[in-house]
């Protein structure tokens, strides 16, 4: 009796362990992986504060957003550490575009425009933000991670779409080279 109570403890003892390890290496791993989200939305943060107003570009985004339904504003700016059009802000959308977008054809503007407006109208960013909590905390499965950047990828390519509804095909795909020169 006494050898079958021991064992029994013992079993406990080592199943509490082992399910408080569990618990701690899985905490860790959602502490580690919300961390990089945290630091982005600092520095959205800090994009807006240091970004410059851009009227030129803030009348081409007010102009498209209406026309897709947008009824939040928009803010346009112009950044220097941004090398190309981005999205971003969850509660209050953001629009960067680089600081050299200023001397863009009005055309290219429009085309990178209507592809972040996209962004927003489809509450992109606000989605992102999400998965990616969700990511953090089932951290340890790598199908989470694989849909993460599935849904990135057809985020982009629902953007593109909305672009090519409206431009010719190979002067968006030249305008993307350059972008990512």
Known sequence: PTSTSTSS???QQWSLA????????????????????LAG?????????????WRAGQKVIDSLTREAGVRKPVDVLLHDCIAAPATC??????ILFPADASTWSHDD??????????HVR???????????????????????WIAWRRLVLEAEHA??????????????????VALAG
């Open 109 to 118: 503007v429009r085309r990178a425009a209507i592809h972040e407006v996209e």
């Open 159 to 176: 953007s593109d779409d909305a672009v090519l509804r409206g431009a010719d095909a190979t002067v968006y795909a030249d305008q993307l």
């Open 122 to 144: 489809r509450g992109d960013c606000f989605i992102n933000v999400s998965i990616r909590v969700i990511c953090a905390v089932y951290w340890f499965h790598p199908l989470v």
């Open 89 to 94: 802000g969850v509660r209050r959308h953001m």
């Open 41 to 53: 939305l600092v520095q959205v943060r800090r994009l807006r504060r240091t970004g410059l107003p």
């Open 9 to 11: 403890t013992t079993a």
């Open 18 to 37: 082992t399910a408080k390890s569990v618990a701690a290496a899985w905490a860790t791993g959602t502490l580690l992986f919300t961390f990089p989200v």
